[in-house]
């Protein structure tokens, strides 16, 4: 089956810990996506990324840290430095990142602070 | 930044009406997009509209784009319990970094 694997489902994070969130696709996609969600609120773009070995910050990077490394992989590391890390996370692919293009989602990932 | 506004935040109707939810925005843009959403579930698309086009339909699903207003409407007929949801309008905008902003969505609950 082709998509978007996000994990863990659920993850929490103690004071000043840095936690990694996994995004996996296999949809061959060039481009791939960072999104936080906050309650009852949309979409804030975190990271992007229209190629391997690149990505550009989105609206909201501060305290966040990503690597592309591989075509299928997008991580996304919650440093320290984020101070509000509670969210609801989106991992979003699209095939080469126009503008033109529909997103596909992962599942997505619950942060908590413990 | 946020881009697209919905309204209204909360529409809740009987099983079998008609669903109309709207987004505004601010900026010219080169197309818009409609995505659903789950409780807890990542967003699923539903409907894109290019600026040229005026209305769109899929299903069930009908998109009208007026750039002139600067509005969309997302019309969903003879609703069922399943379309309880939340929906969101994404902007492909003209301008500025390639990326779809996303507004604050409308929360749709169907009564059975």
């Known amino acids: 089956d082709g998509g978007i694997t996000q994990s863990p489902k659920y993850l929490f994070r103690k004071e ?3 936690v990694t969130l996994s995004c996996e696709q296999n949809l061959n996609h060039d481009a ?3 999104y936080r969600q906050d309650p009852g609120q949309g979409l804030r773009l975190i990271y992007y990324s229209q190629i391997v070995n690149d990505f ?7 305290g966040y840290s990503v690597s592309r490394e591989k075509k299928e992989s997008f991580p996304l590391t919650v440093t320290s430095a984020q101070k509000n890390p509670t969210a609801f996370y989106l991992c979003a692919s699209s095939m080469t990142g126009g ?3 529909k997103l596909f989602f992962g599942s997505g990932t619950q942060l908590s602070v413990l | ?23 505004s925005y601010k900026t010219s843009i080169n197309n818009l997009q409609w995505y659903r959403q789950n409780s807890g579930r990542g967003l699923v698309h539903l409907i894109l509209i290019r600026s040229n086009e005026r209305e769109k339909h899929s299903g069930r699903l009908r998109v009208t784009l007026d ?15 399943a379309d309880t949801a939340s929906y969101f309008c994404a902007t492909g905008q003209i ?4 990326k779809l902003v996303f507004g604050q969505g409308t929360r749709l609950t169907i009564n059975p």
């Open chain 1, 16 to 18: 000043g810990q840095n």
């Open chain 1, 32 to 34: 791939m996506y960072w």
């Open chain 1, 56 to 62: 550009q910050k989105g609206d909201i990077a501060e």
């Open chain 1, 99 to 101: 503008r033109r293009e």
């Open chain 2, 1 to 23: 930044s946020q881009q697209g506004e919905e309204d209204p935040q909360a529409l809740s109707i009987q099983e079998g009406e008609n669903a109309t939810m709207n987004c």
């Open chain 2, 67 to 81: 750039t002139s207003k600067k509005s969309s409407s997302l019309l969903i007929t003879a609703s069922r319990a």
């Open chain 2, 95 to 98: 301008q500025g970094a390639q």
